[in-house]
């Protein structure tokens, strides 16, 4: 059965129960337990999320995980061109992961969207600085900085992208976190950095405030559930 048949496109959630397909049965009690807790006191979401490990979509699934949000795990995998597929472009014609179905069966594309969105339909995760204007404003910088000028320098090669690192290591000069508090701006700024850092290779000490906001988040149990989840995908 393909992955497609597993998650047809704008079908009707069947089950709670399907993040088990991410890990071994046996580990997952009592995350399912968890899950049911959260879901029975709030309005219950389940999303599809169309994924492949180790690219722009990690942001993404570690974002669902900091929330705790229910969803279903739609592996489509570059390496065998499924993001190039019909069924795959009638989801996002830009033939991209990460992509998000909603319960109304609307599509949310774009690392950004994404993360916005689930910081705001999670309110209780913290991700989004809610009501502050200024912070918002801030996020909403930093995660257009990433994805054009940082996401965008892998085009230019290990230049282009040195070039990017050194302007977001003195963007984020002393703060622990982007804002100055963890929100999906630091996830964002992760994955990119996490991902091309073995193209610049650059010697330990060139991007101070990059390296330690990248320990910093590799710190995090959401961060390590992702990578570990990832790897069964390849
Ligand atoms: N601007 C997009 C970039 C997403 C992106 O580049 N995704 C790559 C993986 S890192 C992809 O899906 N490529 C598949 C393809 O080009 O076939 C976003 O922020 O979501």
Redesign the pocket.
Known sequence: MSHFERCPPYSAPTSNWVYASFAHRGAVIDTLIFIRRLHSAREIKMLKFYF?PS???LATHIALLECGAAFEPCPTL?SK?E??TPAYLAINP?????ALVTDSGRVI????A?LYYLARAYPDAGLWPEGDIEDEAEVVSWMSFT?STM?GARLGGAEALAEAFEIANTKLDDRQWAIGRFTIADIHLFRVYW?FRPTVDAPLGTYPALESHHDRMLARPAVQKAMEAEKEYG
């Open positions: 492949s690219t722009s979509s570059m061109k993001t190039r830009n033939g991209k992961v990460p594309t774009e690392v950004a994404t994805a996401h991902r």
